[in-house]
């Protein structure tokens, strides 16, 4: 059974610190990391893919994959309360066409 | 260019009916997959579709049944409805590479 593993939190941070989220994964063979927001009512917005070891950075946004450890990151520079939300992970693993496997997701509160 | 476009955005159902769900693609894109996502859970992986052919299934019962036409638009059918088939339906298209574009969801309650 492929799995994503997020905690659930609720992650509470003061506005303008660095979130920090946190996923694994169980497949060794996983290719392609994903973290999507979802905020409450809304389907699920793609933030951040990424593909290689290290890191991607777009803007106050800094995804970070090991694959070794089977962990992908998302930091949240200079958090802002528009960022309060819950944060999915999703995985394609080795040779599933596209087929994402998603954590249960993180929910981020930006305290002002 | 439009996005994914999902209809019905939200529908209340019986228990015992069955529904059908919506999805066009975005122009180009051959891929669709359906995703059904309960309240407080990330998505659960349902069918994907390529060029009209099914090319994966999740682990949901023969009631969920899915097609894509020759437009590449696709309908997600539900029979016998239930109590806990209530969630986001989510409907996601892809072209080459890995980036897959999700729709605004349909809402479905089952009461």
């Known amino acids: 059974q492929k799995e994503v593993e997020q905690n659930s939190g609720p992650l509470s941070v003061p506005e303008g610190a660095i979130a920090s989220l946190n996923c694994t994964y169980s497949?060794?063979?996983?290719?392609?990391f994903f973290w999507y927001r979802q905020y409450s009512g809304k389907s699920p917005e793609l933030i951040m893919s990424?593909?290689s070891n290290g890191d991607k950075e777009d803007g106050r946004f800094t995804a970070q994959l090991n694959k070794a450890s089977q962990y992908v990151s998302l930091l949240i520079r200079d958090s802002q309360p528009s960022d309060s939300a819950t944060y999915l992970c999703?995985?394609?693993?080795?040779?599933?066409?596209?087929?994402?496997?998603w954590g249960a997701g993180t929910k981020l509160i930006i305290k002002p | 260019d439009a996005g994914v476009t999902q209809s019905p955005t939200h529908l209340i159902k019986t228990r015992g009916q069955q529904v059908t769900l919506r999805c066009s693609p975005i122009s180009g894109h051959k891929s669709v997959s359906w995703y059904q996502q309960v309240l407080g859970q990330g998505p659960q992986f349902i069918f994907q579709?390529?060029?009209?052919?099914?090319?994966g299934r999740g682990n949901f019962p023969d009631r969920f049944s899915a097609r894509q036409f020759p437009n590449y638009s696709s309908e997600l059918n539900v029979n016998a409805l239930l109590l806990g088939d209530s969630a986001l339906y989510l409907c996601?298209?892809?072209?080459?590479?890995?980036?897959?574009?999700f729709g605004e969801g349909s809402w479905l309650t089952v009461v």
């Open positions: 996601a298209s892809s072209s080459t590479g890995n980036t897959i574009y």
């Open positions: 579709y390529y060029e009209k052919e099914e090319r």
């Open positions: 497949d060794r063979g996983s290719q392609s």
């Open positions: 990424i593909y």
């Open positions: 999703a995985v394609i693993g080795q040779g599933s066409n596209y087929q994402l496997i």
